[in-house]
């Protein structure tokens, strides 16, 4: 048997396959970051899980594409997490942007973008993808992503500069006293999913003229400082990947268009194309 998984810094997408290549089951569990989370966290996130629990000793192999991955000693960090956990397994760790270029499941070349929680962007040549840039994460990068507008929000709104009928209604759905907003920021684990979450009131109210002016200027910075930094930008598609992405589809597309880009398409969930991906790997193996 094996797993595929594609993680964010909020939740994992997990999906097994029996030796036939048929999916055994699909499940999700909190977000397996290295990045962000405590050996013992991460540890517990998998081994809580009962699906994953009554099967660990009959993985085979994990094939694993999460965010926070695109170092080698954070590949080695996870790994010896999941080794203690599936002892019979060998165990594939890659960054994010590689599930979302084998969910694409083409061989043509594009570039490759992630917004969810956080963001990412890879050039895919048809064959490799390459990456110019290596993210800091949410403190300093991660531009356009769920952790990156609920920065501003905060923001606007102890600066007041939020207007006034948005505040309002921002005050009733979250806590919005200090010591709340510096509990999560600074003493609860995975600010950046706290920070995600309150950026879901931006997209959820992203109608109004407030909203619109925050998510395009997220964009155009993204594009300006991600997108094009690859000189085939122009000439190939450009594919978004993640929720953030599924729920701004019609803002990506019209300032895409402000800089003569062309969107290819996006996916909101890739965990599906990347399992059937590695199932026709092992058909065609077997």
């Known amino acids: 048997m094996i797993l595929v998984a594609d993680s964010g810094s909020t939740k994992t997408n997990w999906i097994a396959i029996n030796d036939k290549g048929e999916t055994f089951f699909k499940i999700d569990t909190k977000g397996l970051n290295p990045a962000v989370f405590s050996r013992d966290t991460l540890f517990d996130r998998v081994i809580t899980k009962k699906e994953l629990y009554d099967i660990k000793d009959d993985v085979n192999k994990i094939f694993f594409y999460g965010a926070g991955c695109g170092t080698q000693h954070a590949v080695n960090y996870l790994k010896d997490v999941f080794?203690?956990?599936f002892t019979n397994a060998d165990i594939e760790i890659q960054e994010d942007t590689i599930a979302a270029v084998k969910s694409l499941q083409t061989d043509k070349p594009g570039v490759v973008c992630i917004l969810g929680t956080g963001s990412n962007c890879s050039f895919y040549d048809g064959k490799e993808t390459h990456q110019k840039i290596v993210s800091l994460g949410y403190i300093l990068m991660?531009?356009?992503?769920g952790n990156f507008f609920g920065k501003q929000i905060l923001k606007d709104y102890q600066?007041?500069?939020?207007p006034k009928e948005i505040a309002e209604?921002?005050?009733?759905?979250?806590?919005l006293r200090p010591d709340i907003i510096k509990e999560h920021l600074y003493k609860?684990?995975?600010?950046?999913?706290?920070?995600?979450?309150?950026?879901?009131?931006?997209?959820?109210?992203k109608q109004s003229d407030y909203a619109q002016k925050i998510i395009k200027a997220g964009l155009r910075f993204f594009v300006e400082n991600q997108i094009l930094q690859f000189e085939e930008a122009r000439n190939v598609p450009v594919y978004f990947v993640g929720s953030i992405a599924h729920f701004l589809a019609e803002e990506i597309e019209s300032v895409l268009k402000e800089y003569d880009l062309v969107?290819?398409?996006?996916?909101?969930?890739?965990?599906?194309?990347?399992a059937q991906h590695h199932a026709n790997e092992m058909i065609a193996k077997n």
């Open 83 to 85: 080794q203690d956990i």
């Open 142 to 145: 991660d531009a356009a992503s």
């Open 159 to 162: 600066y007041r500069t939020m």
């Open 169 to 175: 209604k921002f005050a009733k759905q979250y806590d």
């Open 188 to 205: 609860k684990e995975n600010p950046n999913t706290y920070l995600a979450d309150v950026g879901r009131f931006l997209i959820e109210n």
């Open 263 to 274: 969107l290819g398409k996006i996916i909101r969930h890739p965990i599906i194309t990347l």
